[in-house]
Each structure stands twice: as structure tokens, then as C-alpha cells.
């Protein structure tokens, strides 16, 4: 154990704790909530220690059971994968500390051991297809991600729950099959599953075979787009965050599309070569479909009447934000994007949790009943304002950083539509979350008086509300420390 990388053990560790759940509870175990934040804790402090093992020592490799690249399973460690392993873990960590006596009662008594043995194994799967570097490990991942999801989404059993689960247990599947189908072309094209070796025999073969090449690139983008919820792909998403438990919506919203953004990043940059992706024309084909997804998104957002599926609508416009930075392909764009890969985790899964607390605590699922919160949870609401404003781009917050990133990167690829796009957008955001913040302060009855909630909700509610919100605060007004990380991961992507 003592020569394995502290980044495989953070998937040993997980899928260890996976397996314990269930005997614990069969034995009456009743602090689940305790050994979660136990369990995360050394998840997280394994994937400090990994990002920081980077820094020192460069990209290293990891070979499962001693075999070479090109027959085993190998993880990579490099300054993507560390940062988003980080990233994984620290949202985790969050949001099982906020997992608290009140959060907990959405989840029935009799499930909760479940409930964490499949939090466990959906933070294992995250994990392994961040660092994999085997496209065929990457597929076993993207399958246990999508069935601990679709689990997560439906333990509830009420039909809401059920007819959200089955609509994303059918639509993953046909996203698995995709990416399986591309594989399964990769393989036949360069006799190779690992990513490194795939991608330097597609350069030669792309030229050969440019049918079967554009074939499984075209396969590969559907599946990641379909799992990433890119618009119009995005169908299963707002069931989904509005039936899930608060704790399940905050780890899909922060957490599970980010994943496979990175691996879409890993594949399209790493194995189907960029300049393929550019010459087929797929990169501008995703550049539209991301500028759709940024102004549907906003617009969809603001015909919603329930909280939880504004929140879901607007994601669908980050991940076309996000998209956007990607196809660019820019160095600024993909700065961006990646940029706002974690910043709309930090921001989102804040939204969610602030939003969870007014929703078990008050019961207001509608937008209208959000009326004189800020007197009730001014705590609750003046961080849930914080994480909007930072949603819309106001400086100095970290969302705006990210998009200004990403509009600089229209400029130099000369698309200046898209950064009218980027403009309209942000003003749209303000249209659907600035009246929430208003009414929520200014609104309902104003004899009453504001009405602090710290005894209420707790330290352990609190602790993770304010961490978020100082990350916001510190990523906008320091944006330097991780611009300049990231630069460092887009350089090796695009030299």
C-alpha cells in the first residue's frame, strides 16, 4: 500500500467505504453523515497531496498490476487531472459536511447506508475517469457514474423521482453506446485502448481512413455532449435536479457533468487530435451548439416557476459557456473554459445548498414563495445573492473572471458574435435572478424584521455555506493564482 499514488488510493479509499456502508448498516450504524465527512476528508487531503506531488514532480504515470501501456490499465497524474481530482473532492467533502439532521430526513431512514454507498462509488467512478488514460477504463467509469446517478436521482421512490431516473437511465444508455462505438472504432483503427498511444497512430491513420476517423469522433462527441447535458442534448436535466434529494441535485449539479467535460477535453485534445476536430468542422458545429445552449438556456430559466428548475436551465447555459471555451480552441477560450469549469461547480453547488436549506426549512419550491426569505434566512439569502451575482458576471466575482476569459477567447478566434452572445447572455441571467434577490429582501411582509438564522441551521451547515462563498469571493479577486495554473494545462494541450 505504501508505493501505491495517493491519487489511486483516493479510488481505493472510496471504493472501500462503498463496501462498508452496507455492513454498517446492518449493524444499526446511525452516523453515516460523520463517517462520510471521515471518509471525504482523506479523499481530499489524498488529492492535496496529489496536486501538490504534481507541482514537485511533473506528469507521472501509474500501471495497474505492472503491465505496459499498451496491454494493462494506466492512470495519469498530470496538472489536469490533479486540479480536477481536487476539485471532485472538495465539492464532495462540502457537501457531506452540510449533510446534516434536517438535510438527511429527505432520504428515507432505512436507505441512508445505501445512500452512501452509492455517494462512494459515484465519487470513485468520477475519480478513475478523471485519471484514467485507457478509453475502455474510461467507458467502465462513465457506466458506474451513470448508474450510481441514476440511483441517487431515484431512492426516494415517489414517481417523480422514478420517471426522472428511467428518462436518464434511458438517455445515458444511449450516450454510453456512442462512446462505446467509437472506442470500439479507435481500437480497430490503432490496435490501441491507452490514450497516449491511440492518439499518435489516429495522426498517421486520420489521413487513411478520414470516413472512420470522422465516425468515431462524431460517436465519441455525441455520448460526452448527451452526458454533459450540452444543449439540445439536455433533456434528462431538469427532471432530474428538480425530483433528486438536495444533497444528490448539489452533486450532479457541482460535480458529475464536470467530469465528463474533462474527459471530453482529454479525448478531443489527447487522442482525436484537435486539428481533426477543427478540420471536420465538428469544432464550429460545437461552437454553435454551445451559443445555443448559452441563450436557450437563459431564456428556459426564465420561464420557470419552481426554483430547482431555474437553477437546472441556467446550468445547461454554464455548460454552454463552458463548451464554448472548449470548441474555440483558443488559448484564452480554453483558459476560460476550464476556468469556468471551476468556478460553475463552486457557484452552483452554493446555489443548491443555500436553496436547499430555504426549501426544508420553509418548504418554498416556487420562485414566488421566495418572498421575504431574505427576513427569514437573511444568512441563507445574502449567500445565495453572493453565488447569483456571481452567475450573472458581476466583477469581482469569480464567474465573471471565467466569462471575461472566455470572451477574450472570441476575439482571438475572431467569432465576435459569440461575445455579443456572452453579453445577452449575463444580461439574461440578471433577468431571472435579480427579482428572486429583490423579493426575497424587499418583498412579502415588511413589518417583519430580519431574523438571523445561525442556531437554526448550525456550524455544520454554515461552515460549508461560507467556504463556498469565500471561494467565489477569493478565485474573483485573486484570479491570477489560478490563471496561471491553468495556463500551464493549456499550454500542454494545444502545443
Not at 514537485?56 to 489536469?80: A, N, R
Not at 474510461?138 to 428511467?166: G, K, P, Q, W, Y
Not at 471551476?342 to 418554498?364: D, E, M, P, Q, W
Request: hydrophobic share 55%; charged share 10%.
Amino acid at each position: 500500500m505504501l508505493g501505491v499514488h495517493p491519487g489511486v488510493l483516493v479510488v481505493l479509499v472510496l471504493l472501500i467505504s462503498a463496501f462498508i456502508s452496507p455492513v454498517l448498516d446492518q449493524f444499526k450504524f446511525k452516523r453515516f453523515s460523520i463517517f462520510a465527512i471521515g471518509v471525504s476528508g482523506i479523499v481530499f487531503a489524498l488529492s492535496i497531496i496529489t496536486i501538490l506531488r504534481v507541482n514537485s514532480l511533473g506528469v507521472e504515470y501509474y500501471h495497474f498490476g505492472g503491465w505496459t501501456p499498451d496491454k494493462g490499465i494506466e492512470f495519469i497524474f498530470g496538472e489536469l487531472e490533479a486540479l480536477m481530482l481536487l476539485l471532485v473532492s472538495g465539492m464532495f467533502f462540502v457537501v457531506y459536511i452540510y449533510n446534516q439532521k434536517k438535510i438527511r430526513a429527505e432520504i428515507s431512514k432505512h436507505l441512508r447506508g445505501w445512500y452512501f454507498t452509492l455517494a462512494f462509488m459515484l465519487q470513485a467512478s468520477l475519480s478513475g475517469l478523471i485519471l484514467t488514460n485507457d478509453l475502455f477504463n474510461m467507458f467502465v467509469f462513465i457506466e458506474i457514474s451513470a448508474l450510481t446517478t441514476v440511483a441517487l436521482i431515484s431512492i426516494n421512490e415517489n414517481r417523480d423521482t422514478v420517471f426522472a431516473s428511467i428518462k436518464y437511465l434511458f438517455l445515458t444508455a444511449v450516450g454510453s453506446s456512442s462512446v462505446l462505438f467509437s472506442i470500439g472504432l479507435i481500437y480497430l483503427l490503432t490496435g490501441y485502448l491507452n490514450m497516449d498511444l491511440a492518439g499518435m497512430e489516429l495522426i498517421e491513420l486520420a489521413g487513411m481512413y478520414p470516413a472512420a476517423s470522422s465516425m468515431a469522433m462524431l460517436f465519441m462527441f455525441f455520448g460526452l455532449a448527451m452526458k454533459s447535458a450540452l444543449f439540445p442534448l439536455h433533456i434528462w436535466l431538469p427532471d432530474a435536479y428538480y425530483s433528486a434529494p438536495t444533497i444528490s441535485t448539489a452533486i450532479m449539479a457541482g460535480i458529475v457533468g464536470k467530469a465528463y467535460i474533462v474527459v471530453f477535453i482529454k479525448v478531443f485534445y489527447k487522442v482525436l487530435s484537435i486539428n481533426f476536430f477543427e478540420q471536420t468542422n465538428l469544432a464550429n458545429i460545437t461552437v454553435i451548439m454551445a451559443g445555443i445552449a448559452i441563450i436557450f438556456g437563459s431564456l428556459f430559466a426564465i420561464g420557470q416557476t419552481k426554483i430547482k428548475r431555474m437553477l437546472a436551465y441556467s446550468s445547461v447555459a454554464q455548460i454552454g459557456y463552458i463548451f464554448l471555451g472548449i470548441a474555440l480552441a483558443t488559448e484564452s477560450g480554453l483558459t476560460g473554459g476550464i476556468l469556468h469549469i471551476i468556478n460553475h461547480s463552486i457557484i452552483k453547488t452554493l446555489l443548491f445548498l443555500t436553496v436547499g436549506v430555504i426549501i426544508i426549512y420553509t418548504g418554498a419550491e416556487n420562485i414566488i414563495d421566495f418572498q421575504g426569505a431574505g427576513r427569514k434566512y437573511p444568512f441563507t439569502m445574502i449567500l445565495f445573492s453572493l453565488s447569483a451575482l456571481a452567475m450573472v458576471g458581476i466583477p469581482p466575482l469569480n464567474g465573471f473572471m471565467s466569462k471575461w476569459t472566455i470572451a477574450m477567447g472570441t476575439l482571438e478566434a475572431e467569432k465576435p458574435l459569440y461575445l455579443v452572445i456572452i453579453i445577452l447572455s449575463s444580461l439574461l441571467n440578471g433577468v431571472y435572478y435579480l427579482p428572486i434577490i429583490i423579493q426575497s429582501f424587499f418583498g412579502g411582509d415588511e413589518e417583519l424584521g430580519y431574523n438571523w438564522e445561525f442556531k437554526r441551521l448550525g456550524f455544520k451547515i454554515i461552515l460549508p455555506l461560507i467556504t463556498l462563498a469565500a471561494l467565489i469571493l477569493l478565485i474573483g479577486i485573486f484570479p491570477s493564482y489560478p490563471i496561471n495554473y491553468i495556463n500551464r494545462i493549456v499550454f500542454s494541450l494545444i502545443s
